[in-house]
């Protein structure tokens, strides 16, 4: 869908059916290269956080915290930054 529709930013949670987030992560960077890719997890592994950024993924936010964190990941990654959690 991110190929045909050409969002702006791509959520995807780490554990997701069928294709996990790091899987979906790579298939956009291929497909869809100028898609910002947030990636949502219950765990702070700063593992997650490097396989994301080596796969291209500028934004990492915990579900904890996504209510108040989810809205300043969106602004950093549409205006070409990243953001990481704290």
């Known amino acids: 869908m991110a190929q045909e529709l050409r969002p702006d930013i791509a959520l995807l949670d780490v554990s997701m059916p069928v294709l996990n987030g790091f899987g979906a992560a790579r ?5 869809a290269p100028e898609v910002g890719i947030i990636m949502v997890s ?4 700063p593992g997650y956080i490097e396989e994301g950024s080596n796969i291209g993924v ?11 964190q989810l809205p300043q990941a ?11 959690p704290d």
């Not at 298939?27 to 497909?31: E, Q």
């Not at 969106?74 to 990481?84: E, K, L, Q, R, S």
């Open 27 to 31: 298939l956009i960077r291929m497909r």
């Open 42 to 45: 219950s765990y702070s592994d």
């Open 74 to 84: 969106i602004a950093d990654v549409v205006n070409g930054g990243t953001f990481h």
């Open 58 to 68: 500028r934004g990492f936010v915990l579900k904890g915290s996504a209510l108040f």
